[in-house]
């Protein structure tokens, strides 16, 4: 029956001399002849002594009945062994000595050291898938709070948009209204600066013409002077002739009828000497008085000739003063124009932020919504894992 067997039997006596091989054992010996220290036709009769490097403790265990069956893994070469050692009796119950039977387990052991290690990488995947799921459906509700405070924050961003778009637009027509306000004020500044301009011209002018008055009413003084000298020539000429119509009506009474005729022209003489003294000493007086008016006149004109000539100096420096606040004017015009296409700018750009956010508030309710469907998978995920790790323990339960 042991001849037949496919299982390798190999049998020893007391002295643990090998006494049996079956064909079994015979072919696997051939096979890993090479790794044993004899050839494979010299182990029938060998003792197992020469496949132990402990011998003293392998004769301890299997000289004693009572330590069998024992069972050990060998190595031989790169393959591996199981031996099952049981004891052999008579039929009086003597110990006859050990039975070995014996397999190459090389592949077996492979087999499970694979199954071990794909068990163990399993493992490893099914604790990472679970740590994985458990993140994963950690950061899905994250995700769903953060999704929420999204759609809360970019309605409340484009609420905000939109009120900041109706405020630009609102600055925009103010800017808008001041910048209509400015080009009127600068039109009115441009008419002032020609008034203003026309006016300095003016005074020029009048400045000019008050010199030239004054230089005219100065001539009629110096002419008045001169009348006056000649009325004083006259005033002389006037009393000597009165001196002699006196002395000439002396002489006529002194020649008595003879003189008389003499006496009447020395008396007219002496009449129109009079009335020329008195004429002359009247137009002396006013001369005297057109002196002191045109003196008085000279000295008005040349106060309105320096009044004239400050208001041209207030004047010209008006008129730079309404240049510059032109050129300001000019300036703040274009600044408004420039706020006002800021303005503008800004409430185009309010208005796309608006719309981004209501963008992003759709966009936020995909998120959420892709949140709670990751959060589903995750569960879903989690109870695969634990299906398919019971079923594998029970797998190797059985």
Wanted: hydrophobic share 40%.
């Amino acid at each position: 029956m042991l001849e037949n067997a496919p299982t390798c039997v190999m049998v020893a006596d007391l002295d643990l001399k090998i006494v049996y091989l079956n064909p079994a054992s015979r072919r696997l010996l051939q096979r890993v002849e090479k790794h044993l220290p004899i050839a494979a036709d010299r182990v029938l009769g060998s003792h197992i002594d020469v496949f132990h490097k402990d011998v003293a403790y392998q004769r301890k265990i299997l000289a004693n009945d009572k330590n069998l069956p024992v069972r050990a893994n060998i190595p031989i070469g790169p393959e591996t062994a199981d031996l099952l050692v049981t004891a052999v009796y008579d039929g009086q119950g003597r110990y006859l000595g050990p039975m070995v039977t014996w397999e190459l387990i090389t592949e077996k052991l492979a087999v499970q050291q694979r199954e071990k290690d794909l068990d163990s990488t399993l493992r490893g995947i099914f604790q990472e898938v679970t740590q994985h799921s458990q993140t994963l459906a950690a950061s899905s509700q994250e995700l769903s709070s953060v999704s929420q405070q999204m759609v809360s924050n970019a309605q409340e961003t484009a609420a905000q948009a939109t009120q900041v778009s109706a405020g630009a637009e609102q600055v925009s027509r103010n800017v808008q209204s001041v910048a209509s306000g400015m080009e009127e004020v600068n039109a009115n500044i441009r008419e002032v600066a020609r008034n203003a301009s026309a006016a300095a011209k003016v005074a020029s002018s009048a400045v000019k013409l008050a010199d030239s008055t004054s230089s005219v009413v100065g001539k009629l003084g110096t002419s008045s002077q001169e009348i006056g000298k000649v009325i004083k020539v006259i005033t002389s000429i006037a009393q000597q002739t009165n001196l002699l119509a006196l002395n000439a009506t002396i002489e006529a009474a002194r020649a008595g009828e003879a003189g008389r005729g003499f006496a009447v022209v020395a008396n007219e003489v002496k009449e129109l000497a009079r009335e020329t003294a008195r004429a002359t000493e009247d137009i002396g007086q006013k001369i005297g008085s057109i002196q002191g008016d045109t003196e008085e006149v000279v000295n008005a004109i040349l106060e309105i000739g320096a009044t004239i000539g400050r208001i041209n100096e207030l004047q010209t420096s008006i008129a730079s003063s309404v240049e510059e606040q032109t050129a300001t004017a000019g300036e703040i015009l274009r600044n408004v124009g420039e706020a006002a296409k800021g303005s503008q700018q800004i409430s185009e750009n309010m208005a796309a932020v608006a719309e981004a956010a209501r963008s992003t508030t759709e966009g936020a309710g995909s998120t959420q919504r892709s949140a709670v469907e990751l959060a589903h998978m995750a569960q879903s995920l989690q109870r695969l894992v634990v299906q398919v790790d019971t079923s594998d323990k029970q797998t190797r339960t059985k």
